[in-house]
């Protein structure tokens, strides 16, 4: 059983920049695979990035466009997301999500993941 607690959203100007962080609970957050989405009102859960086990492997939304940095720290058991120069169609609820994994990748799939935050808001004012 793992629990994911996000935190870091905020209202903030296009341009700017937010880093998310997700804390998780458990001894073997190194076993999980980890993957930040948003859904935005009216929208589907999309995906934004995603790290295997380690943390070596990242795959990133096509929209992302370089702008955003997903990282893990397994000895504190939590991941990030940097972004950078936001946008206001980046405006959404971004959610933090696990699955176990016996591989280093990680899946684009929100229904791979068994595990989810609550939740933080991200505003981006034009």
């Known amino acids: 059983q793992v629990q994911l607690v996000e935190s870091g959203g905020g209202l903030v100007q296009a341009g700017g920049s937010l880093r998310l962080s997700c804390a998780a609970s458990g001894r073997t957050f190194s076993s999980y695979a980890m993957g930040w989405f948003r859904q935005a009102p009216g929208k589907e859960r999309e995906f934004v990035a995603g790290?295997?086990?380690?943390?070596?492997?990242?795959y990133y939304a096509d929209f992302v466009e370089g702008r955003f940095t997903i990282s893990r720290d397994n000895a504190n058991n939590t991941v990030y997301l940097q972004m950078n120069s936001l946008k206001p169609e980046d405006t959404a609820v971004y959610y933090c999500?696990?699955?176990?994994?016996?591989?280093?990748?990680?899946?684009?799939?929100?229904?791979?993941?068994?595990?989810w935050g609550q939740g933080t808001q991200v505003t981006v004012s034009s």
């Open positions: 790290t295997g086990r380690s943390g070596r492997s990242t």
């Open positions: 999500a696990a699955y176990y994994s016996g591989s280093y990748y990680s899946s684009r799939d929100h229904n791979d993941y068994k595990y």
